[in-house]
């Protein structure tokens, strides 16, 4: 089992930056691709960036794609969403999600975290 903690969200100037991690437990952590997911209101959940379990493979939503990175730190089991030039189509729940294998389909997840807020401002 792996449970996932984000944290890092709040309200943001359009044009600034946020930090996202989220804190996995467990002993295989190693062994997940990661994903970043986001949902604002009325929306479906939509992919933001995945990372595979290494680190050598990362992709993104054609949405964020020179803007965000996607970063881990197996040591920490943690992962990362470097968010810059935020706009207000960013403002949505974010969640981070662990797989077997990297992928932008949210089904194909298995286990979630409780979403953190990013809000955006003018």
């Known amino acids: 089992q792996v449970q996932l903690v984000e944290s890092g969200g709040g309200l943001v100037q359009a044009g600034g930056s946020l930090r996202l991690s989220c804190a996995a437990s467990g002993r295989t952590f190693n062994t997940y691709a990661m994903g970043w997911f986001r949902q604002a209101p009325g929306k479906e959940r939509e992919f933001v960036a995945f990372i595979s379990r290494s680190g050598g493979l990362t992709y993104y939503a054609d949405s964020v794609e020179g803007r965000f990175t996607i970063t881990r730190d197996n040591a920490k089991n943690t992962v990362y969403l470097q968010m810059n030039t935020l706009k207000s189509e960013d403002m949505a729940v974010y969640y981070c999600?662990?797989?077997?294998?990297?992928?932008?389909?949210?089904?194909?997840?298995?286990?979630w975290g409780q979403g953190t807020q990013v809000t955006v401002s003018s």
């Open positions: 999600a662990a797989n077997t294998g990297p992928s932008v389909v949210a089904a194909t997840y298995d286990y």
